[in-house]
């Protein structure tokens, strides 16, 4: 081959691993920014970032019970339409003993172990692990709740309030056992559908003030797109390991932290530690509406709870059965 025909060759070889080597940076620049954009959300307008952190501390409730507040703590009051969230951690003899409710619904999703209910209606039953009960206190509902069995019973308790119209209406209960709960599995997602909507599948449940509560478990590498209807008010609660809420490019958020969310349409989740992490995902419509709590009453004036102490303490408009009730061991 003549001189002149190698060197033009070489030109032409040279310019031609140029052009892929451009080519090859350019689509690895493409792939980190879908990466990236992946990292942050590209399924929602507005996705949720943490507005706030508060640690859920140890304190002593009932008979020698101890939860960890969120929801309810001096740092956190409340969380329109959500009163409180306790996380407990009970053995027998300790519990909660008779005492009552108005203005709003308690949700026990139980961990570990079994808690048994009784009213002075006559409902009582056991929750176990993985069981939900769903408790519309309405107009006034007197009850107890214990641990059933030997060790620590752990579970979840969330107060969630009703508006000025439900209030007073009449106590009624969703009880769902562990296996009746809708379940999905995808892509390292593990997801029992408390109430609401996720990865296509809907709970049974029926909430009167519009709620989503969400149990989700990811394994280590998994993440997580979940919308929320824009104007509710969400939370989460961390109960294991450690994960990255809202923004990829934030620090870890472990156990025991309730996260208060942004407005938005959907919030991010990725799992970069090495082990599973376990936290619930919950959600409410506002009520936009004043709230005056004493204790287990919740209503709108302070008028309505003098009322209330009243009825309690005369057994009537709803505490009538409380006059001749005690619960049984």
Known sequence: MLKREREMLRSINSNLLFHVSQTTKKQQSNIRKKMSR??????????????????????????????????????????????????????????????????????????????THQDFAGHKGTIRTGDLQWMTAGRGIIHSEMPAGEGIQRGLQLWINLSSKDKMIEPRYQELQSEDITRVEKDGVDVRIIAGEAMGARSPVYTR??????????????????????AWNSFVYVIEGEAIFG??????????????????????????SGRPVRFVLIGGQPLNEPVVQYGPFVMNTQAEIDQTIEDYQFSRNGFEKAKHWKSHP
């Open 247 to 272: 923004n990829s490019s934030s620090s870890p958020a472990a156990a025991h932290y309730v996260l208060v969310l942004s407005l938005g349409d959907g919030l991010s989740v990725w799992n970069k």
């Open 209 to 230: 003030t519009p709620t989503m509560f969400l149990d989700f478990t990811l394994k280590p590498g998994a993440q997580l797109h979940q919308h929320i209807p824009d």
């Open 38 to 115: 992946a990292d942050q959300s590209p399924c929602f307008e507005r996705p949720r970032n943490v507005v706030k952190r508060v640690l859920a501390k140890p304190q002593h409730e009932g008979e020698g019970a101890v939860v960890r507040r969120s929801i309810g703590r001096m740092e956190l009051k409340q969380l329109d339409p959500f009163l409180m969230l306790d996380e407990f951690s009970v053995s027998a003899p300790a519990g909660f003993p008779d005492h009552p409710h108005r203005g709003f619904e308690t949700v026990t999703y139980m961990l570990q172990g079994a808690f």
